[in-house]
């Protein structure tokens, strides 16, 4: 299989680059192709412009790269840090720019955009991974699950994927290195059984 996987943390050192380097590894593996994205390395321009807009509109050749690399994926790894109940601006820009009609997502013939759009994504596999430095009962409690309504409901859903999966990491600000080890060894099994 050909998995694209993207991390969207600013800093190399961060635990997203390690779940990032233990998705990558136990992909490699597995057998399973690799096409990584460290969007903050890549200096990627999260910024929409106007001319993209539209299906047949004028896309950068590089986000073009992007928007290939999804077409031809059978799965997609997406690891992130929760900020604000959001993923970071780079990640939501990368969503604006690829996650895009025509290559995620079209709308039926006679349709100007009002309608329930038909999903090019079906078939593919996606797992997301996220990291938050706030309780996981406290962030139910008071701010629900933001992070699965976006990826599941308002994102892959809409694209046609069926087999999602997503597993949050938290308390990371106090968690041990023994901790994070376990962790890390959770995200292999993920991998593992996600893309099996």
Known sequence: MNILVLVAHPR????????????????????????YH????EGFNPLLPAAEIPKDGIV?????????????????????????GQPPAILKGWIDRVIRPGVA??????????GVPVG???????????TSNTPRDRELSVFGDPLELLWKNCIF??????????????VVVTSTPEMRGRWLDETEALVREHFS
Not at 105 to 114: C, I, L
Not at 120 to 130: I, Q, T, W, Y
Not at 157 to 170: E, H, I, P
């Open 105 to 114: 997502y079209e709308f039926r013939e006679g349709d100007d955009g009002e």
């Open 12 to 35: 190399a050192g961060s635990f997203n680059h390690a779940i990032a380097g233990r998705v990558r590894g136990t992909l490699r593996e597995m057998g399973h192709s690799v096409l």
């Open 38 to 41: 460290d969007l903050y390395g």
């Open 157 to 170: 859903d809409l694209c046609g994927v069926q087999a999602f999966s997503r597993r949050m990491f938290s």
């Open 120 to 130: 090019l994504l079906a078939g593919k596999k996606v797992l997301v991974f996220n």
């Open 60 to 84: 950068d050749p590089s986000v073009m790269v992007y928007c290939d690399e999804l077409r031809s994926s059978d799965g997609i790894v997406i690891i992130h840090p929760n900020w604000w």
